[in-house]
């Protein structure tokens, strides 16, 4: 058998962007002997693996690489002889190497150290969760955050409002930015090169075309990939809105069990996400239609179809796109709580409702995303409503496109959008 594959080093490049979840990953790895890091393809798992402390130490290894997957299939235990610390990126396509895996940390609890890589979750977390129970640590790293790209720190606003710490009511020094570009643009790491709108629009295309022919194939059987893509521009158009499956089914021209099952692929590849709806009893939350969320506004605009900047500022779907925009980046600050927050959105049989419900152990907070820039009391309404409903509640944010930090009520703050996004 070769053994004289190389193992790939980098120094940190210029352009390398600090994710906010390394310091979580790096503490996980220090709990467990296995890092289970997943997430769609191109958000930047590799990168980061490649140029942070301490995987960057680490032997590398990558199931992409001919050799090494030949090598996986015949005698794994060799590619991390001689190492106690190993990275096995691409794990998906070697799914039999996990029980390996585990007998190398059983054999030697305290010492080796693996991190598994990959994009196709719905293969990959199954064969760990069978294989590696109770030695595994399971992460997702998500698209960039604008604060990501600003090299600015995860914002405190809703952990100190969690915590009854309110700021200071005041003013910005600077106008907030204009959304709209890192709305249709997207978030994954590979679109900061790209300044034009047909350079997004081109790579978007290879983006779910390669989903489509590659990730999809090793994960499920599709029928019609035809018929999926549809299913894709159907999703996309109702971002932010409530899902009623039966209708997206009729409207897709699919059978109510194929378009679930397409929307539990979406999901379980990090596509896509369903936001369920919140109440005080937690059976009744089983029971009321999610919201639909996509994890990166470029796929859902690319996917809706508005190729153009001027297309997309007229758009009827653009308050839901901004509001899509904003629940990517509550997401990833909810991830980095631990354990991670949850959220949700709430609405009442009689139309009260607020965008988003984040639940942190007993404490929860009421989210509303405003567009506009002069928020008024009339914009709190349905977070007054919320807290009549859970008195209890820590207290409702309404995020909007101003730049004012002031109250509204006793326990309701309006503040800039970009104080949860960095």
């Not at 070769?2 to 210029?14: A, D, G, H, L, V």
């Not at 200071?168 to 106008?175: M, R, T, V």
């Not at 022919?213 to 059987?221: G, I, M, N, S, T």
């Not at 779907?317 to 949700?344: C, D, K, W």
Request: hydrophobic letters at 40%; charged letters at 20%; aromatic letters at 10%.
């Amino acid at each position: 058998m070769n053994n004289n594959y190389s193992y790939t080093r980098y120094q940190k490049p210029e352009n390398y962007v600090p994710r906010w979840i390394t310091p979580l990953l790096q503490q996980a790895l220090e709990d467990m002997p296995v890092l289970v890091l997943t997430g769609a393809r191109q958000v930047g798992k590799s990168t980061l693996l490649l140029n942070e402390q301490p995987f960057r130490n680490f032997r590398f290894l990558s199931l992409d690489d001919f050799d090494v997957l030949r090598q996986a299939q015949e005698q794994p235990e060799a590619l991390w002889a001689g190492s106690d610390r190993v990275i096995l990126d691409e794990v998906q396509k070697a799914p039999h190497l996990l029980p390996a895996v585990k007998r190398a940390v059983d054999q030697s609890p305290r010492r080796i150290k693996f991190v598994l890589s990959g994009s196709a979750n719905l293969l990959l977390m199954k064969r760990v969760s069978e294989s590696l129970a109770g030695r595994a640590v399971y992460c997702v790293l998500d698209p960039l955050t604008l604060g990501e790209i600003n090299q600015s720190p995860p914002p405190d606003l809703i952990r100190n409002i969690l915590s009854g710490n309110w700021p200071k009511e005041g003013h910005l020094d600077k106008p907030l930015p204009d959304a709209l570009p890192g709305i249709q643009r997207g978030l994954m790491p590979a679109l900061l090169r790209l300044n034009t709108a047909p350079s997004w629009v081109r790579w978007w295309d290879g983006y779910v075309a390669t989903y489509l022919e590659r990730d999809l194939r090793q994960v499920a059987q599709i029928d019609a990939l035809v018929d999926f893509r549809r299913l894709m521009e159907l999703l996309a158009l109702r971002s932010g809105q409530m899902l009623n499956q039966s209708d997206l089914a009729r409207d897709a021209g699919l059978s109510q069990p194929t378009a679930h099952r397409y929307i539990n692929l979406l999901e379980t590849t990090h596509l896509f996400k369903r936001v369920p709806s919140y109440a005080s009893n937690r059976t009744t939350r089983m029971l009321k239609a999610p919201k639909a969320y996509w994890n990166d506004t470029g796929l859902a605009v690319f996917l809706a179809g508005y190729f153009q900047e001027e297309e997309l500022r007229k758009a009827r779907e653009l308050g839901n796109f901004f509001e899509s925009f904003i629940y990517h980046h509550l997401h990833v600050l909810a991830q980095l709580m631990t354990p991670p927050a949850r959220l949700y959105h709430w609405r009442t049989q009689t139309g009260q409702e607020v965008d988003f419900v984040l639940e942190f152990g007993r404490k929860v907070v009421a989210i509303e995303v405003k567009r506009t820039g002069r928020p008024g009391y009339g914009d709190a309404n349905g977070l007054n409503a919320f807290l009549s409903h859970h008195p209890d509640a820590a207290g409702g944010l309404l995020l909007h496109g101003g730049t004012e930090i002031r109250r509204l009520g006793e326990r309701i703050l309006a503040a800039p959008w970009t104080m949860v996004t960095g």
